[in-house]
C-alpha cells in the first residue's frame, strides 16, 4: 500500500498527517472528488495549507507529485 498515491479527499488534517506518515509526502496529491457534492475545492487547498509542511513538500502536494507521476 505503500507504492499507492493517495489524495486530499477527506479533508481532515489528522487523516492527511496519518497519509503522509504512512505513505510519505511524496504519494500525497491534492484532490477533492469535485463535482460530487462532497467535493470543495476551497477546502482541500486550506486543508493542505494548513498541513505542518515544508513549502516544497506543499508544493509537491499542490501539483508536484501528479506532474512526477504522470510523466511516468
Known sequence: ???FYYDTVNFDLQALKLGIAFAGVDHIMA???YPHQI???PRMLESIRE???SELDRAAIFG???A???AM
Open 68 to 70: 512526477r507521476l504522470l
Open 39 to 41: 467535493g470543495s475545492i
Open 31 to 33: 484532490g477533492s472528488d
Open 64 to 66: 508536484g507529485n501528479a
Open 1 to 3: 500500500m505503500k507504492k
Open 51 to 53: 498541513l505542518e509542511v
